[in-house]
């Protein structure tokens, strides 16, 4: 059985609480969980609300983002982390997402250095709490966010980690259109810690802009398809946002979602 989840990114708007209840009225089994709607809500009311919910944690999302080069800044955001890894395991989560940050002022090579070094530091936590981290790239208009452009540099930049507990994540809106996306879905597979699913439309101008799965143009079928055969068994987070999701309204793009979830192994 393919796992999937819902977002709660997908509910933007809404508050923990109102996720949580209409998620299990309509049926979602397992939820991507926010950070910062669990720190809203407040972690031990957020947690007993989970557990009385009965909805499974597939990712905490999203961690991370390093000062790159700030020791201070480093320091910081690794205390941080750790922190997430610990919310992360007792929520229940498989993962946890991070981002590597950067600093514009370094190469990409020495923005590795750095990054390295900070999650090989997180990994004795991560080992710890049976947590996996999930590194995740970024679009060049995010920059910031992640010194890290495509998924294929993800996989590389994890693969020399070499830990079980640090694995990519596959954000298919940004990933769909790489070079050797199949050939790293086929032969890498195993790296890949998470998916992250979307839709978007050729031409859309903003990189959180996205759609209903089956709604935009991304071959999703063919991606999904292609790392079931290559053996991946993880889970599958609806992530959506953006103005069309705002203006449908959370009430029908969830249903539709999972429906169209559905219909992508038929």
């Known amino acids: 059985m393919r796992r999937y989840s819902i977002n709660q990114i997908t509910t933007l708007r809404w508050p923990f609480e109102r996720d949580l209840e209409f998620f299990v009225g309509v049926g979602v089994t397992s939820i991507g969980v926010s950070i910062s709607k669990v720190e809203e809500c407040g972690v031990g009311r957020a947690s007993l609300l989970l557990r009385n919910s009965g909805l499974r944690v597939s990712c905490l999302t999203s961690s991370g983002v390093f000062p790159l080069g700030d020791t201070r800044g480093e320091d910081l955001a690794l205390e941080q982390?750790?922190?997430?890894?610990?919310?992360?395991?007792?929520?229940?989560?498989?993962?946890?997402?991070?981002?590597?940050?950067?600093?514009?002022?370094?190469?990409?090579?020495?923005?590795?250095?750095?990054?390295?070094?900070?999650?090989?530091?997180?990994?004795?936590a991560a080992s710890a709490s049976r947590i996996?981290?999930?590194?995740?790239?970024?679009?060049?208009?995010?920059?910031?966010?992640?010194?890290l452009r495509s998924f294929?540099?993800?996989?590389?930049?994890?693969?020399?980690?070499?830990?079980?507990?640090?694995?990519?994540?596959?954000?298919?809106?940004?990933?769909?259109?790489?070079?050797?996306?199949?050939?790293?879905?086929?032969?890498?597979?195993?790296?890949i810690a998470t998916v992250q699913l979307s839709d978007v439309k050729l031409g859309t101008p903003s990189v959180s802009d996205r759609m209903v799965l089956g709604d935009g143009d991304v071959p999703l079928r063919r991606i999904c398809?292609?790392?079931?055969?290559?053996?991946?068994?993880?889970?599958?987070?609806?992530?959506?946002?953006?103005?069309?999701?705002?203006?449908?309204?959370?009430?029908?793009?969830?249903?539709?979602?999972?429906?169209?979830?559905?219909?992508?192994?038929?």
Not at 102 to 109: A, G, M, T
Not at 132 to 145: D, G, M, V, W, Y
Not at 172 to 184: I, M, P, S
């Open 225 to 266: 398809r292609a790392l079931s055969e290559s053996g991946y068994r993880g889970w599958y987070d609806i992530e959506l946002i953006g103005p069309k999701i705002e203006a449908e309204g959370y009430e029908t793009v969830v249903p539709r979602a999972m429906q169209r979830f559905e219909e992508l192994w038929v």
């Open 81 to 124: 982390t750790e922190r997430h890894i610990e919310l992360a395991a007792e929520l229940g989560a498989d993962c946890l997402l991070v981002l590597p940050g950067n600093n514009v002022q370094l190469s990409w090579e020495e923005s590795a250095v750095h990054a390295k070094r900070l999650m090989a530091k997180l990994i004795p």
């Open 132 to 147: 996996r981290l999930a590194i995740e790239s970024a679009n060049p208009l995010q920059a910031e966010l992640s010194f």
């Open 152 to 191: 294929d540099e993800s996989l590389d930049f994890v693969s020399e980690l070499n830990s079980p507990w640090v694995g990519a994540a596959l954000a298919v809106h940004e990933a769909w259109g790489e070079r050797r996306l199949y050939r790293n879905i086929r032969y890498r597979g195993e790296l």
